[in-house]
């Protein structure tokens, strides 16, 4: 009830077009013009991002279906079809299915210090590198206490959903940075300009219910690149509203930016569901309206000619099935003949519409049987893949915009500036892989690309750099394990038939240097 006032609330004309464009920036965000983009939002935005979260939630346009005025015994089947769920969680499923790799490689400092001779280790010291991880820990141990995976992927499916989608980084009361997902209906977004698209302001939406009573607060956080303004305004369900909002506090951030990262669909922020919307609702009422025409099928009408049968006579019919008809007199049903071959030619006309338009294979076709090639394979998501390439873009920007936030923590734990330039993301598509060629592949490849690019070549290896480390350890564990200089290898090579003669205890010469023992 309060959203159907306040579609009937007249707007003001201030300095706002349509898309939330402000000329003026003030020291402090004026309550009319708040109240005056609440009101909008909740009238002509709001209503778009719900209506396509209900088409993923099954809720379809044909539940609305009433029965016909005449015949109220007649059927009136609602019949839906989860079209936008399925297209939704297929693309999902192939764009965020796999773990999103974000390495951050700092350029590599060359050793210093050391005071061995190299001859004496048989190798160019200036060769030996040393790697800074700092940056890449904390930034790992950040998004994997905000379940960096589930964030990502509900991130983007609410962007394939509604459009867009948001996330608001903050500090709690321990000083430790959490991330938080934002509906998209809860977010207003303010343009210094249509142009640039650059975002003055950003406001969170939330709402409070006062127990056993009819009054709701609505609070509204102002969002700029210093500081967040709280607002409130109190609205009375049984009463139009009559106050505006007022300012609560003020606080500032240390992130230098609106800490609130929008991921856009595209950049007509279209929803993958409004091109097949129309298709699925006629999809959908085909079918319902078959399953009334059967349904009536069955409830056909009964047609006696030159008969008079009475209430026993009738009940009889309908409990034994059998009546005695005269010399003049007939019985039959009168059906409908039903043109199954052109409503099953309208429905698959429909349904492959769906799929192309929607672009997205139907994982249930007869063609996707069978023991498929990979490059087959590719070839039927090709059209999936093309819709994706515009995704994995959007969506690396915005991840990128998150990691400018997250660095200003990561500089006061490491001290170290994040420089975006050695960052990299990593995005796999979840597709069956012939883990045979991929291999290959990297062999091949061995000497002319890097051992991180190849490893992330691995649909197993979900964290490169995190290997090549596991890796340098094993092989100095290895070195331990195989150098016949160190001191437990010499130990044991003593108790064989032929000592290692170069060894320190078995050699009478080097005993004294080394302080082994005296003979």
């Known amino acids: 009830m309060r959203e159907k006032r306040r579609m009937r609330t007249v707007i003001t004309k201030r300095p706002i077009d349509d898309e939330f464009n402000i000329e003026k920036q003030e020291s402090r965000f004026n309550v009319a013009l708040l109240d005056d983009l609440v009101d909008y939002h909740f009238r002509k935005i709001k209503p778009r991002y719900m209506k396509y979260q209900k088409l993923y939630e099954g809720k379809a346009k044909i539940f609305k279906k009433s029965r016909m005025k005449v015949g109220k015994n007649k059927p009136c089947n609602k019949i839906a079809n989860d079209f936008c769920g399925q297209i939704i969680d297929t693309t999902v499923g192939y764009f965020l299915g796999n773990p999103i790799t974000i ?25 030996i590198k040393t790697t800074d991880t700092a940056v890449q820990d904390e930034l790992d141990g950040i998004l994997q ?16 959903i509604k459009s867009v ?50 009054r709701t607060t609505l609070y509204a956080e102002v969002w700029s690149a210093t500081k967040m303004e709280l607002f409130k305004r109190t609205d009375d369900t049984s009463a139009p509203r009559v106050q505006g909002f007022e300012f609560v506090r003020e606080e500032p951030h240390i992130f230098g930016k609106i800490p609130i ?24 009422r085909v079918m319902s309206d078959i399953s009334d025409e059967f349904e009536a099928f069955r409830n056909a009408y009964l047609v006696i000619k030159d008969m008079v049968m009475n209430g026993d006579s009738i009940q009889k019919l309908k409990e034994e ?36 338009f929607a672009q997205v294979p139907d994982l249930s076709d007869e063609n996707f049987a069978g023991n498929l090639s990979g490059i087959a394979i590719r070839f039927k998501l090709f059209g999936l893949e093309t819709k994706c390439i515009t995704k994995e873009r959007k969506m690396d920007k915005a991840i990128r915009q998150l990691v400018e936030l997250l660095a200003v923590p990561i500089k006061v734990v490491t001290g170290k500036e994040v420089d975006m330039r050695n960052l990299k993301l990593e995005f796999k598509r979840s597709i069956p892989a012939n883990i045979t060629e991929i291999v290959d592949t990297v062999v091949k490849l061995d ?56 060894a320190p205890q078995n050699n009478p010469f080097m005993r004294n240097n080394v302080g082994v023992y005296e003979e």
């Open 103 to 127: 390495n951050y490689t700092e350029k590599e400092n060359k050793a210093v210090g050391t005071q061995t001779a190299e001859a004496d280790v048989g190798v160019d010291l200036g060769e």
């Open 145 to 160: 206490e905000n379940y960096r995976d589930d964030l990502f992927m509900e991130w983007g499916k609410e962007s394939m």
């Open 165 to 214: 989608s948001h996330l608001l980084v903050y500090q709690d009361e321990q000083s430790k940075t959490k991330i938080i997902r934002l509906k998209a209906e809860d977010v207003i977004i303010v343009y210094a300009n249509s142009s640039t698209k650059q975002a003055l302001y950003k406001i969170r939406l939330y709402v409070i219910d006062t127990e056993d009573t009819d």
């Open 261 to 284: 990262v929008t991921l856009y669909n595209n950049e007509e922020e279209i929803s993958d569901l409004e091109k097949i919307e129309s298709l699925v609702n006629d999809y959908d």
């Open 321 to 356: 099935g059998i009546v005695e008809i005269t010399d003049s007199g007939d019985m039959k049903f009168v059906t409908k003949e039903i043109q199954t071959d052109a409503i099953n030619s309208h429905l698959d006309r429909l349904e492959k519409n769906i799929y192309k």
């Open 447 to 502: 000497g002319k690309v890097d051992n991180e690019t190849l490893l992330a070549l691995l649909p197993f290896v979900d964290n490169p750099k995190e290997v090549l480390e596991k890796v340098k350890d094993q092989k100095k564990e290895n070195m331990k394990q195989f150098d016949p200089y160190s001191l437990q290898n010499s130990e044991d090579d003593s108790k064989i038939q032929f000592p290692n003669t170069n």
